[in-house]
């Protein structure tokens, strides 16, 4: 037996953040020098941070990820280790992953496919290392083997797939297994999105069922730059069989997962194959290294850990933004938040999400250790709920339309969740407003002529003073707005869009109200219910903005929320016209008759067209899925256009009336 012992490692980084970047990754290495580990992969553009955008082209960060580089050689000594940065070749710029080994460069790999879809905009920042292509790149007097290789240290023969290089059908890994590699290294920032871990785990385990070798899958973990959030899956699989399993979406800055692998076996299962390798060495270079692995004195073992989170999107939810939310809290140096607090699904949803943040934190950090980490002062917080108390302020802000139960149950949710719970009253402010408006027009507003201005100016009165508490406070002010009102502009801008960050502006309305029951009579795994959200999931959503005589409801001024999110995802995300979109909603919903279906279509068109400029002004959200409206991480709609005018004129001619 050869046994080795491989690992990948998840880093929580932040652009450009040179010091803690580079801090983290001596203790990722230092982490699996202790575990005996001889070969290391951590993510991409580990060094300056994936999420650098345009400073990507600047030559500082192209510098200082070199400088960083060589500072970070001795840690490796007796180790070999793969570390992602930038580089320029000949007036381009590559993503490239760099093998170090024993405190020397070995060279450096190219990413070959860049990922141009959805949230990612790589091609706008570099070039794809054309296959097949190598070169001996000159910098600072030295000269460094740079392109399509393989690496053979210590006998062992190690090659890369870079993150989207394994998404492709003409993927890297097939000419490396005609190399006969022993080990592919995957340095990845593969964002979080539902569902996505079990088709990563797919591509990780086919890759080294068909590719006969073993597969070491490293990843970004949590909130790095403000929008996506890394779920920090590592994986290590061998010939078609997951050995090992990192965490998925916790709260350390590094994790290490590492198993022993036995390449002679490795090598036995490859040979038994009717695949043959090729036995020329020149279709690839080779690139070779002596130095003594450190052998592993342990057989090799299955370490794949029961995931709560797989195949439950609301566990998913959960547990994203709640991560989300901590990254961004610390990150941004805020020091708490504050929600509007209405008595409404939307805000209580928010408001629970941060008490489940520090709920999940102080689980894996303990309490001391979430504190340091938020910024708390020592000493300052001694349970999980005067962390919350701490952080969380909920403010709920009275108008004459407002009534009892949603004040009671803004009330509920903020004891529940343990915020410190304060009331406005600001229908003075509302009254000035009209008066003052009314007297420069020089006529009354009523609810007959002037309804929607009547409902806003409540909506943007009550933004003032919540910001005035958070500016006092130091603290980050939570927009309450959810996917859904995004599609058709059902936001007062200004209004309840106020915030620094949006955190469910990615999930449609629908699941929300689901994903509340569920936390009401269950909870996530390892916190449990919290009961006291049945005084919001008992209302129907309402603005509640006109007089109460008026009953109005969400559904009433739009369209029942699962038929709105249908219609989004067939629109927007599916890109179907109207009259397709009709096809799609009377085989979901026949029991609502041609004429009310048609309404609600034309209506969702009109609307999505004239609040684009809405979608672009909303605070930063956070990407769940591919069904994001966010213009700037993924959909993409013009402010002006013609509004579909001639789709929705033909509708009612392209379809027929029954009978």
Not at 157 to 178: H, M, Q, Y
Not at 544 to 564: C, F, N, S, V, W
Request: aromatic letters at 8%; one cysteine or more; charged letters at 25%.
């Amino acid at each position: 037996m050869h046994l080795v012992r491989v690992a990948a490692a998840a880093l929580n980084q932040t652009p450009l953040d040179w010091d803690g970047n580079q801090a983290r990754i001596v203790e990722a290495i230092r982490l699996a020098r202790r575990e005996g580990v001889a070969v290391l992969c951590l993510p991409e553009l580990c060094i300056p941070g994936y999420g650098c955008e345009d400073a990507f082209f600047g030559r500082g960060t192209i510098l200082e990820s070199w400088r960083i580089l060589q500072e970070l050689l001795p840690e490796t000594k007796g180790m070999v280790v793969a570390l992602g940065l930038p580089i320029m070749h000949r007036a381009a710029n590559y993503n490239a992953v760099c093998l170090v080994a024993d405190g020397h460069i070995v060279g450096m790999v190219g990413k070959r496919f860049l990922a141009g879809d959805g949230i990612h905009y790589e091609p706008r920042w570099f070039k794809g290392w054309p296959a097949g292509k190598f070169v001996q790149w000159e910098h600072d007097g030295h000269s460094y083997p740079l392109g399509d290789q393989i690496f053979e240290v210590g006998g062992l023969r190690i090659g890369f797939e870079i993150c989207e290089d394994a998404w492709v059908p003409n993927r890297p890994g097939v000419e490396l297994a005609s190399q006969g590699v022993d080990v592919i290294c995957n340095p990845s920032a593969s964002h979080f999105a539902f569902g996505k871990h079990e088709v990563r785990k797919q591509i990780v385990l086919n890759a080294s069922r068909s590719f006969r070798a073993t597969y070491v899958y490293s990843n970004f973990i949590g909130n790095e730059a403000g929008r996506v959030i890394y779920d920090g899956e590592c994986m290590i699989a061998s010939s078609g069989h997951l050995i090992a399993e990192g965490p998925r979406l916790g709260y350390k800055d590094v994790y290490v997962t590492s198993a022993v692998v036995d390449v002679d076996l490795a090598r036995m299962v490859h040979a038994r194959t009717t695949y043959a390798p090729t036995v020329d060495d020149n279709v690839r270079r080779i690139t070779r290294f002596d130095m003594q692995l450190p052998t592993a004195d342990l057989p090799p073992h299955a370490n794949a850990p029961d995931d709560a989170l797989r195949n439950d999107k609301r566990e998913e939810f959960s547990r994203a933004v709640a991560l989300g939310l901590f990254d961004y809290l610390r990150k941004s140096r805020s020091r708490g938040f504050v929600v509007s607090l209405s008595g409404g699904a939307d805000s209580a949803a928010v408001a629970y999400l941060v008490h489940l943040m520090v709920t999940l934190a102080t689980q894996e950090l303990g309490v001391a250790a979430t504190c340091a980490r938020l910024g708390l002062p020592e000493g300052s917080c001694t349970t999980p709920r005067a962390i919350v108390r701490a952080l969380l302020t909920c403010v709920y802000q009275a108008t004459a339309n407002s009534s009892d139960t949603t004040r009671n149950a803004a009330r509920a949710v903020a004891e529940a969740v343990g915020a410190e719970f304060l009331e406005f009253d600001v229908d003075p402010l509302v009254r000035a407003y009209v008066r003052t408006v009314e007297g420069a027009i020089g006529r009354e507003l009523g609810w007959k002529s002037d309804d929607i201005a009547l409902q806003n100016i409540q909506a943007r009165a009550r933004a003032p003073g919540v910001w005035l508490l958070a500016n006092l406070r130091g603290a980050l002010l939570l927009a309450t707005s959810n996917r859904s009102e995004a599609a058709v502009g059902y936001a007062t801008m200004d209004g309840d869009t106020c915030g620094g960050l949006s955190p469910i502006a990615g999930i449609d309305k629908a699941f929300l109200r689901q994903w509340l029951r569920w936390v009401e009579h269950e909870g996530p795994a390892g916190v449990g219910p919290t009961p006291a959200l049945s005084a919001v999931n008992v209302q129907a959503p309402t603005a509640e903005l006109r007089p109460a005589g008026a009953k109005q409801t969400d559904e009433d001024d739009l369209m029942p929320y699962p038929i709105l999110d249908v219609i989004e995802r067939a629109a927007i995300r599916d890109k179907l016209a109207p009259k397709e979109v009709y096809r799609v909603l009377a085989s979901r919903f026949p029991e609502h008759g041609r004429d009310q279906l048609l309404l609600w279509i034309k209506r969702f068109f009109r609307l999505w067209s004239q609040n684009q400029w809405k979608r672009e002004r909303y605070a930063p959200s956070f990407h769940l899925d591919d069904e994001n409206l966010d213009p700037k991480t993924w959909c993409r709609f013009p402010i002006l256009s013609g509004g579909f005018a001639r789709e929705l004129t033909e509708l009612d001619n392209v379809v027929p009336k029954s009978g």
